[in-house]
């Protein structure tokens, strides 16, 4: 029957198929084993480098930060201290800013490094479209023996910050590369801090450091770095559970608070907390339309369950914010009153301000007589928030459309001003730019991909002004308190909640140093870190 | 014919499913023990006063499940009612008329059959307004090629058949030869199309919301799952959270299959000429 | 024409740009040119070959698209293969032996795998065969870049992605051998006295497969989405993705790239599928002379 022979084709393909696959797991499974005699850690991301460009590629240059060192770092307090560069000063005008090279770093190919190699570093990036303010300000660069001194056409009293950023590249490699945001290679790098990056390979999602035989400080203990980016959090979250990471890692963000408990009761790892000054807020159109009314922006700080939403977005690993929108964790942080959930006050003021619902349809009138409806204009990952905001505001009378965009709308619609309100967030570095303390999100003068722009306000502008032109603490003390008190009373943004970033570590290592900027990922803790036996 | 026991509970199952759904989907109210938008604190394990635990947000698992069941029914649906349409309509004219009007509806069929679906949808939901709205339109514009090839070959088929001549002798107008006549013939044709594109449409909608590329204020069964993969419910081995929401899609598309072979079963004995 | 400024995304969610630099950007870019003016350069470059340069992943697109596409190939084209194969061969038996209960078991499964969202079924066989049982690593094409690490790599999402378009074939398979076991020819090669299976083999397949071809066709210019979800569980790095990101940042350049390989691959697809009709329907030739 034809059948039958049909069948037992089936039968005999089933079996060799059987076999073949078994045959792969376990042979795949003793191709990859780990190599347990070199000293390696493996650090999981959610950060995918998608093009092996190391100037290009956005989420690549974040992993330069322990292989070619820039200039100046963060400590765990958010204090500026020297990294390449053993110390640095300004001239008084902040025009001259002057680095002095640690010669305990050097080129991971044997080359030496020298003060030419930052002074090409800077003035390369000042070619990049996202360091072009370098090539629009900066006149003359000159070198001594060990050190670089950088002229520019305007005072930079915050220059050290700004420099926080740049890996230092080696000019004997990259100077006669015409276009270096297009050149591509997967390695290796030539590095100059304990580690270089000896490869990264997208096929694979892993990028791999290895140790700067020419590094002249502190050995580090491990041998080998390995980055792996996975394309979703559940595969990283199941490769941490699993052991095959030490470690998950993602820039400006925390592990995912829900996924937290599940590595608790693994209990392999430790669960390291850090203070972000990073956080999601509210952010209003301040130009037109009701976000430009004080009275409507107090209401709505009212309005909002800050416990329900803290609990539900952070798991209880945050805290309810202070009218004053800096959190605590930043320098010359000032307790400012903090934010109430109370819908009655709320109403009240809506009511004093003109809102009222004449037809009692639940939806309160401007004083033009039209409804009070507000566009409420989200990216995807604030969806909770955004659901609950606007809930919040429909029950106090205020009618919200909650329109969720994809990123590249939402830039658009931002950058016209298109919304009454706006949920986003704040990342440690868009807290530090421009004029500190998160000026950098609302000054209207400069725009960029996170930030609103919207505060024109001439009070708030000279304020900015006046701390990008000093450095001198005293002075820098009082502008703090002063911000703060400033968005205590206008509230340009509301905060939404404070947080706590967390770090799973592996239990067996210890030695992690958390710095604002980077989290764990910073040269000391890549300098400090060692099984604890 | 005279059913016998295993069809007549065959039917009886498809019957209840359907009704369920029906239920489901028009009163949700009566079943569902919360509202929809009611918040208990999150992440709950089943017990007695959530069946199916909480969600992130703290809403009743169970209750969504039943409040979704009326916008994934309806996305189903309507998707392949608007897709099934369309076809019929190119079907029926390429084939009747024949022609230059059956080359212009074939060229047009294989153009719509060449787009790439899926990036299309994902276009379409990325650059405009995401929501049940787009879905439905996207979905049944892009699908209804399949259906309008075999509505088109069947007429082609039937139109020299015996019954059709004799009513063209009649002087039936076209018009109604084409509903009376020909129409009920293609039933059985067009159904299982019509049950494919609905089962597509309600994947498609999970899977739009997995991208990130759907309104998340939505509640349905496909932004329920992808929900619990976005919120850690996976990791956290809440099978309750996004097991019963894909069973739901499984019975839901078994349901309205079931409707469709109910219908065969009834004119089975017509086309077996 | 299409929304969004495409500059923004180039520079970096924590840095500051002042207006006249996004000004210099866009000049450089040549995106202030009129649109028809843009069109044009594009047709001329391709002509010489050049799809263009994406800003975002700072290559030229045929690169990029190069790189990706042989593994698009082997995730896809294996998996319709195999899927292909066993579904057709599947679909026959159940549609021709319906009463039986291997057939219905068959059509069950089929049913349900084809009713369950992709990225579902891929997530539940990562966790079971990754996470729990440890037999397939959690991401990349490969580890290390040679045959048994990507074969070792490779297997687990072919084998999800074929289990899909096993089941759809095995569905659409049955339905046609279903419709072709009602029509005479089949009962009166029966009534002759063939053999069930010689009829199914020499005959009924031959009709059944028709539409089959036809979705081959179709599957083929889709080569590109459907590794979609399975490149995102298992953090593959193929075209899927790469549209997918191209979709997200606006990437005109690699989307135009896309758009173009899939519709070569599409047209050239149907017109495999128009010879293996003829091929197969005899009918088609005939009516073709």
Partial sequence: ?533 | MIPSIKIARKYALSALLIGIFVIMATIPGYIAPYGPSERFGGYQTPSTAHIMGTDDMGRDIFSLLVHAARLSLLIGVVSGVLAIGIGVIVGLLSGWLGGIWDDIFMGLTDTVLILPKIPLIIVMAAYLEPGPKLLIVTLGLLSWESGARVVRAKVLQVRTMGFVLSARCFGFSSAYILSREILPVLFPVIVPKFVLVTASAMIAEASLSFLGLSDPTMISWGVMISDAFTHSGFIRHMWYWWLPPTLCIILGVCAITSIAFLYEGRTRELIQL | MMPGNPIVHLIGEDIMVTPELVEELTATLGLDKPLHEQFLIFIQNLAAGDLGYSYHLHAPVAELILERLPWTLLLVGTALLIGYSIGVLAGAYAGWQTKQKGAKALTFIGFIISCTPPYLLGLVLFSVFVYHLGWFPFKGLYTTPDLASIMWHMTLPIATLSLFIFARNLLIMRGSVLTEKHQLYPQFARSLGASKGFVLHRHVMKNAILPIITQFAIDFGFILSGALFIEIIFSLNAMGSLMYTAILNHDYPILSGLFLVIAVMAIGANILADVLYGIIDPRIWREMQ
Wanted: net charge negative; glycine share 6%.
């Fill in chain 1, 1 to 533: 029957m034809e059948i039958q022979k049909v069948k037992q084709k089936y039968i005999s393909w089933s079996i060799g198929l059987s076999l073949l696959l078994i045959l792969l797991v376990l042979g795949g499974g003793n191709v990859s084993a780990s190599d347990n005699e070199s000293k390696t850690l493996k650090i999981a991301t959610a950060n995918e480098i998608k093009s092996p460009s190391f100037l290009g590629d956005y989420n690549f240059e974040l992993f330069q930060t322990i292989s070619n060192s820039a200039l100046l770092q963060m400590d765990e307090n958010g204090n500026i201290i020297a990294n390449l560069a053993k110390s640095w000063f300004a001239s008084p005008d902040h025009t001259e800013w002057t680095f002095v090279i640690d010669d305990k770093y050097q080129w991971s190919d044997g080359t030496p490094l020298t003060p030419e190699d930052v002074a090409f570093t800077i003035n390369y990036r000042g070619q990049l479209a996202s360091s072009g303010w370098i090539g629009d300000t900066l006149v003359d660069t000159t070198t001594t023996d060990d050190s670089v001194t950088f002229i520019f056409n305007k005072p930079y009293s915050r220059l050290d910050f700004e420099f926080l950023s740049y890996s230092t590249i080696p000019k004997h490699i990259w100077e006669s590369v015409s276009d270096p945001e297009a050149k591509t290679s997967n390695g290796p790098y030539v590095g100059c801090g304990q580690y270089y990056i000896k490869s990264v390979d997208v096929n694979s999602a892993t990028l791999i450091l290895e140790k700067n035989p020419y590094w002249k400080g502190e050995e580090p203990y491990y041998d080998t770095i390995e980055i792996h980016w996975f394309s979703n959090d559940n595969a990283s979250s199941f490769a941490l559970e699993k052991g095959e990471v030490d470690t998950y890692w993602r820039y400006a963000s925390t592990y995912p608070y829900a996924a937290v408990s599940v590595l608790e009761q693994n209990n392999r790892f430790d669960i390291f907390q850090a203070p972000s000054i990073g956080f999601s807020f509210l952010g209003f159109n301040l130009l037109k339309g009701v976000g430009a009314d004080l009275e409507f922006r107090k209401a709505v700080s009212s309005a909002i369950n800050y416990e329900e939403l803290m609990q539900i977005t952070t798991l209880g690993y945050g805290s309810i914010p202070t009218k004053g929108f800096v959190p605590p964790s930043m320098p010359y942080y000032q307790e400012m009153p903090s934010l109430i959930y109370d819908p009655q006050a709320a109403e009240d003021i809506l009511t004093a301000a003109g809102y009222i619902d004449s037809d009692k349809n639940g939806i309160r009138e401007t004083p033009d007589g039209e409804e009070l409806l507000v566009n409420l204009v989200i990216r995807q990952e604030y969806s909770r928030e955004g659901k609950l905001v606007a809930e919040y505001l429909r029950d106090v009378g205020i009618q919200v459309n909650l329109k969720v965009v994809e990123v590249n709308t939402w830039y658009d619609l931002k950058d016209n001003y298109q919304y009454d309100l706006t949920i986003t967030r704040t990342t440690p570095w868009g807290m530090l730019m421009h004029a500190n303390w998160g000026t950098g999100y609302f000054d209207s003068r400069r725009t960029g991909q996170g930030v609103l722009h919207t505060d024109d306000n001439p009070a708030y502008l000279e304020l900015c002004d006046a701390i990008l032109a000093t450095t001198d603490t005293n002075l820098l003390e009082m502008y703090a308190q002063e911000i703060q008190e400033y968005y205590a009373e206008y509230l340009p943004g509301v905060a939404l909640y404070w947080k706590q970033d967390i770090t799973p570590t592996n239990k067996d290592i210890t030695g992690w140093y958390s710095t604002p900027f980077k989290g764990i990922l910073n040269e000391i803790s890549f300098m400090r870190i060692h099984p604890k036996t």
